[in-house]
């Protein structure tokens, strides 16, 4: 790195710090709920002609930016094309916003960049000067409209057959946009959202693998596309690939052995149906939020797994929610390296810094509080039975959106309170991750150390 | 410490490093719940005459050695005076066993004894020699037995009134024991637990103390008694007694205002009832398990609350399980300090050690993940509702013995499955303890540090 570079590099911190990156977030994303709120309250936005009231429009609009899902409303029953057009614009915006933002927040105000990193970043991205934030701007929002053009495409062949030409066109393009920014929100009608197609190959690969694409992250497809041999990828990249493939293939098998015989999921289905939605249910519950099986027809196992998986999620500086990947990787890790009393938590050959690990159990632990402040509240103002009012929980914060049927039913309270954990559960973990990315204010005064037992 | 002391030191070590202390912790245990087992499955043992069944017998001897509670038959209507001693027994063994294991382990094989802990542990125990380990051990069993004398003699005077001299007296000394170990056991009859005391204010202070004490710790308690100023008071004692009293007071207040307008606990009771009851819901629930109200009539949003304090539980190298007061308070300080941008997890001007917070992390995290294992498993095999499934492990894991109801319900494998989450909860997290407390391996090869992006 030249003079002349670093120089740049100091501008553009002091550009962004100027912004105060933690406030564009939150308000930038606030403000877009609100704007997104107030046009689907306008009778325009229903089919009807009718409002369909400011709490259900702001809910729409937070889950829609959020990229969560859950619906208080069917999409397509209750919205006209402007708002269905309003709320894929929604999602489009808050997709984008999260990725792009997550990328230069992780990429360009990360504190501790190493130079392999600062190397790689170069490589990949070239940003190292202003020019490369627009670069890189540019290369997400492409790599945002490849994913997305193809996935129409293919799903707009197979709408056609369905729905006819202009129809199938509109939904391809919905569902594409819908998929890979992990939003779950569907154009079928009567909440079926993808039941109806629960063996169809073709709609159920595209959905699948835009929504994987969507949920390894910017940074992790860019390595990918760059490298091409898992040897030379990132530390990062290797552990979000093979977490996301370990909780895929688990999920498939769990979910698989769960419903086989259970008649009102799996059990009626021809054997590659059965073998599609099993692994749909596996790919959808990390942040999704499609379905192809009513999932309040599920096993309560199956259930209970969905919510673990709902918890972890999708991977860093992509589309979707939850813990992310990586962070349930490094806490795994941990616990491996303190019973088999090693020193270093070491990853592919790498030693995680300390600090990174210490945001990992942050991350974890304040997740967990929220999803449980969050269901508690919930116990108090819903009557709905705990296992649901916990799914529920879980997949706004994981902005997942899937549901065991309560959404519809929520008090005005609850819906507030989803709300409040779909926005929490978008902007929160990522702000954190800024926070504790700033640097520590060293202590004036160091106290003594002393132990306290725990166990 | 002069040579010679050192040299006791040593011997010491090695006298228990032959022993291997987490076996004779994990055996010790698992051996003392079979010859439980084994007694409690004689024809003898039982009232009627007739064995419970091995499984069964199992179960209780699991249940009163780890000091749970859980029953799958009623202690008074099902065994035979010579079967409840057993019980009496077992819980005294268990309590015991646990209590003096957990303060040698911690106290002795704790290989970062800082000189100021070591001067503490001088000053209090004496136990830098060979003596001193006799006489920890009579501290311990003075200290047990001082205070279940007193409990037995206060609850002797009132259950006299009530059962007659002879039945009054054994019923004291049996509650008396049962309470200081955390144990939840009862002989009042039919699962009826301590419901019809609901608003004695006798049994209900004299149990409520005894459950204190016994989860503060024998380390606290210890310190306590000789300093007598909570300024001079070890780190340690100051957060056990500062977390016991923050969640006695959120607990108590949580309680009353949940259940103050529910008919079927605190709502006909008189004012005080209410008070008495909802201070005793608030002391029970981390870990003694004896009930005042009936469980499965508490709101939703009670039995959740129960379930959070059920998972912290009691303080270290008490009678008591969950992941302990301490781990809790390490934890939240942790997050504090890490959203504070601070650099040391701070606690009353002490420094807390990086390791000793990376061990509370531990325990948490396979805390978690041992109660939702095991609560996943009882979902595929058990008949019941989700809450009060997840209910029932946690009460088992944090060795509670509260229940929704479904104790006497479980299938065989169910049965098996909480024997096991009983046993892991108790010997789990102190076997843990030690394991973390020995010496790191020093990696040969250190791996160079490279990021992972998580949140
Ligand atoms: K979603
Ligand atoms: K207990």
Do not use: W
């Not at 027809?297 to 990947?325: C, E, V």
């Amino acid at each position: 790195m030249d003079f002349s570079e670093a120089v740049e590099i100091k501008i553009l911190h002091f550009g962004l710090r100027k912004l105060k990156p933690t406030q564009i977030l939150v308000f930038g994303f606030a403000a877009l709920i609100l704007v997104g709120g107030i046009l689907l309250n306008l009778p325009s936005a229903s089919k009807s002609g009718q409002s369909i009231g400011f709490l259900n429009a702001l809910f729409t609009s937070t889950s829609a930016v959020c990229v969560t899902g859950l619906v208080v409303v069917d999409t397509q029953t209750q919205f006209s094309t402007f708002g269905q057009i309003v709320i894929m614009c929604l999602i489009q915006m808050g997709g984008l916003g999260i990725m792009t933002m997550a990328t230069l927040i992780f990429l360009l105000l990360g504190k501790k960049i190493t130079l392999r990193e600062r190397i790689v970043m170069q490589e990949a991205l070239n940003q190292s000067t202003l020019s490369g934030l627009v670069k890189l701007t540019r290369h997400i929002l492409l790599t945002t409209f490849i994913f997305e053009g193809i996935g129409a495409i293919l799903l707009s062949i197979r709408f056609t057959q369905i729905y006819g030409i202009s129809k199938g066109i509109y939904y391809g393009v919905f569902h594409a946009v819908s998929a890979f920014n992990n939003a779950g929100f569907d154009l079928i009608g009567g909440f079926k959202n993808f039941t109806p197609f629960v063996e169809d190959p073709i709609i159920n690969g595209v959905i699948m693998g835009l929504i994987i694409f969507g949920g390894l992250g910017f940074t992790v497809i860019h390595d990918l596309l760059l490298k091409r041999n898992f040897k030379h990828l990132s530390l990062h990249s290797k552990v979000v690939i093979t977490m996301t493939l370990l909780l895929l293939v688990s999920g498939f098998i769990t979910f698989y052995c769960l419903e086989y015989s259970n008649l009102k999921t799996l059990g009626n289905l021809s054997p590659t149906g059965k073998i599609l939605a099993a692994a749909f249910q596996s790919v959808t519950a990390r942040t999704a939020g499609f379905n192809t099986l009513n999932l309040s027809d599920l096993t309560m196992p199956s259930k209970y797994f969905t919510i673990f998986l709902m918890f972890i999620g999708a991977s860093p500086a992509s589309t979707g929610g939850g813990i992310k990947t990586s962070t349930f990787a490094i806490i795994i890790m941990m616990i491996y390296t303190i019973l088999a009393s090693k020193e270093d938590v070491e990853i592919y050959q790498r030693r995680v810094p300390m600090d990174n690990i210490f945001k990992a159990v942050v991350i974890g632990v304040i997740a967990l509080l929220l999803v449980f402040t969050s269901s508690f509240l919930l116990t108090i103002t819903e009557k709905a039975d705990f296992l649901s009012i916990l799914f529920e929980t879980t997949s706004a914060f994981g902005t997942v959106g899937l549901t065991l049927g309560i959404t519809t039913e929520l008090t005005s309270i609850g819906k507030i309170i989803i709300i409040l954990t779909m926005f929490a559960g978008r902007v929160g973990p990522l702000t954190l991750a800024m926070a504790l990315g700033s640097r520590i204010n060293k202590a004036m005064i160091r106290f003594p150390e002393e132990r306290i037992l725990v166990g």
